[in-house]
């Protein structure tokens, strides 16, 4: 029995093991760790992700103006604001962008949640987009879009108010490599300042597959049998909610 739970412990952690991921999608601020950003919202040289324009900022609440809101960090304790002007008077550079190259799999999906803001307004149209732009100049698809949002969309000096989520499952044709751009500009006036905020990014698996071609209810590793392995795989993640603990072991596979 004991071969038996091993084996189907091997077999997913084989299947987990060809996802595709996003490193550091939550933008958890750690001086130590050379996937994040240190705390002072420097992005360190080491990480995976690479910035042009403005620099970004981490925050774990952020409150601009009276006429947007307070948001918070939605995963982890932190999240990343990218800007089109500094606050501090000097020149504008009219855009903020995080770049990260990733891989993505028939199947899989892409999730995550933004938050959109400005102190411009119409017809001064700042942009925000989240985009994957394929890394292949042969590609069939050579940019996905998976958010865009301006002030025309929100309203002058306006917010989307709340986190919005989006999310994109690729086909066959989509996957690849791409770089996952988050980007803000200023298009016109460069002055007045508009905001990306964006957190919790990350690549859900493909839903598994019976290797049998048929689905049992109560087949939890897809073995085409539910038995004690079922059980026991159940019994190990009894009472876990994601939702209120997503610092478990058990929800850091997606």
């Not at 409150?63 to 995963?75: F, M, N, R, V």
């Not at 698809?141 to 301006?150: A, C, F, G, M, N």
């Not at 298009?187 to 690549?203: K, P, T």
């Amino acid at each position: 029995m004991k071969r038996s739970i091993s084996a189907a412990v091997i077999y997913l952690t084989f299947v987990f093991s060809l996802n595709a991921q996003i490193l550091n999608g939550s933008f958890e601020a750690d001086a130590n760790d050379p996937n994040g950003l240190n705390p002072n919202g420097i992005r360190d040289p080491n990480g995976p992700w690479d910035y042009d324009g403005q620099e970004p900022q981490i925050f774990r609440t952020y409150t601009h103006t009276p006429y947007l809101s307070t948001i918070h960090a939605i995963d982890g304790q932190f999240f990343v604001l990218l800007n089109t002007y500094p606050n501090d008077g000097t020149e504008a550079t009219d855009h903020g962008k995080l770049t990260q190259v990733i891989d993505v799999n028939d199947g899989e999906s892409i999730i995550g949640a933004y938050f959109f803001a400005t102190d411009d307004w119409v017809p001064w149209n700042d942009i925000a987009t989240i985009k994957l732009i394929s890394t292949d100049p042969c590609s069939l698809v050579p940019e996905i879009t998976l958010v865009y949002i301006d002030v025309a969309s929100v309203g002058d000096y306006r917010s989307t108010e709340q986190w919005i989520r989006f999310s994109h499952t690729f086909d066959s044709n989509e996957a690849g490599t791409y770089s996952l751009t988050l980007l803000v500009e200023d298009m016109v006036d460069h002055q007045f300042s508009s905001y990306l905020a964006v957190d919790d990014l990350y690549i859900e698996p493909r839903p598994l597959e019976p290797l049998c071609g048929y689905k049992l209810e109560g087949d939890i590793n897809l073995d085409c049998k539910v038995d004690f392995i079922d059980f026991m795989m159940a019994m190990s993640n009894w009472l876990i909610d994601c939702s209120i603990t997503p610092q478990d072991p058990e929800c850091l596979i997606r």
